[in-house]
């Protein structure tokens, strides 16, 4: 299979190195915002480099496309993938609002293309497991917490071009508890900022989040996110709490609670790979059976990160 990559940066450089230990799979192109840049990467993986995306997809001959770029660059992209037919993977969030990824569901919806977005924590075999503990029980309640450091990108500190942490990264946990406890009816979003813009230049996303949800099936969440804290230091993790007792989660480990009995399971598996693996399959075969987040749902988290934007920002709950 022929592969392209668009984006040389961070996260394009970790698929192009699961890409390249798969079997009949070649990194054929890699397009970066210069040919330059483009060039020095795909010179690694012994692939062409290209400085526009027409270019690439006129030249080659490409089964699928990889889309890693930062939030405010989606749109054009996959428009021009979409009208070529070709199936592609896009690292999340789909955009910085829901406004664009609405319409480019449409697109995908239309022409019944593959698709997978990158949220690969529902390829954890934590999140496989946990899965499992939860069938039959009743969630009462979720807290959910993301908290880091200020990435080092400039476009990340832009609220116009990376949305904030909440729609950047919280994301991640708002798909899982969609995908572990069903679809979100309401939600209320406080953010706060002011220690940042002391530290960095040019910063306009918010210091942290606390924001809650309410779910159709009348369970309770709630998030809170930061990235104040200093590099190296941080945590990912969500709590369930059901009639049955707590389960602890974080993508490695899984610790159940119950009365008199605690057990904990630890996990050491490749999420990306197996994400990877799922979607190139499916592409391989025509047909879309495994991939746990196509387009089309991985929008509707969109829509919940992009109302917690606007909750926070309105001041007011929005109903979902
Ligand atoms: N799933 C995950 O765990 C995970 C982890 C990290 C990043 N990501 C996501 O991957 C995406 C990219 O993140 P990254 O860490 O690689 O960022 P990065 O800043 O390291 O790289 C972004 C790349 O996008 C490309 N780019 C930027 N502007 C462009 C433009 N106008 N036209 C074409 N290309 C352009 C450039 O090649 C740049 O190198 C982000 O959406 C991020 O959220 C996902």
């Not at 079997?23 to 990194?27: A, F, H, L, P, R």
């Given at each position: 299979m022929k592969i392209g990559l668009v984006g040389t940066g961070g996260f394009s450089r970790l698929h192009a190195g699961l890409l390249e230990k798969m079997?009949?799979?070649?990194?054929s192109a890699i397009c970066g915002r210069s040919t330059r840049k483009a060039e020095e990467m795909a010179a690694g993986f012994g692939a062409k480099g290209y400085g526009a995306l027409k270019s690439m997809l006129e030249a080659e001959s490409l089964d699928a496309v990889y889309i890693c770029v930062p939030p405010m660059v989606h749109g054009v992209i996959e428009e021009e993938l979409i009208q070529r037919g070709i199936p592609f993977f896009v690292e999340k969030p789909l955009g910085v609002d829901d406004e664009l990824p609405n319409h480019i569901c449409e697109l995908v919806e239309e022409r019944s293309l593959i698709t997978s977005v990158g949220y690969h924590f529902r390829y954890l075999e934590s999140v496989e497991k946990m899965k499992d503990l939860l069938r039959g029980s009743k969630i009462g309640m979720v807290t959910a917490n993301w908290s880091g450091s200020m990435p080092e990108v400039k476009w990340w500190r832009d609220n116009n071009q990376s949305g904030g942490q909440f729609v950047e990264q919280t994301t991640h946990l708002v798909d899982l508890l969609r995908f572990l406890c069903g679809e979100i009816d309401e939600i209320h979003a406080f953010f706060g900022e002011g220690h940042l813009k002391n530290v960095y230049e040019n910063v306009t996303v918010p210091d942290v989040g606390s924001v809650n949800m309410k779910l159709k099936n009348g369970a309770v969440a709630n998030f809170s996110n930061t990235c104040i804290l200093p590099a190296g230091t941080g945590d990912v993790r969500m709590v369930f709490y059901t009639e049955k007792g707590i389960l602890e989660w974080s993508p490695k480990q899984l610790k159940c609670i119950e009365a008199g009995r605690d057990t904990i399971y630890r996990f050491h598996d490749n999420p990306y790979l197996k994400e990877s693996e799922i979607f190139l399959d499916a592409v391989r075969h025509g047909k879309d059976n495994g991939i746990l987040s196509p387009y089309q749902d991985a929008v509707k988290t969109q829509q919940i990160t992009h109302a917690a934007t606007v909750s926070a920002r309105d001041r007011f709950s929005v109903k979902l």
């Open positions: 079997k009949d799979v070649e990194i």
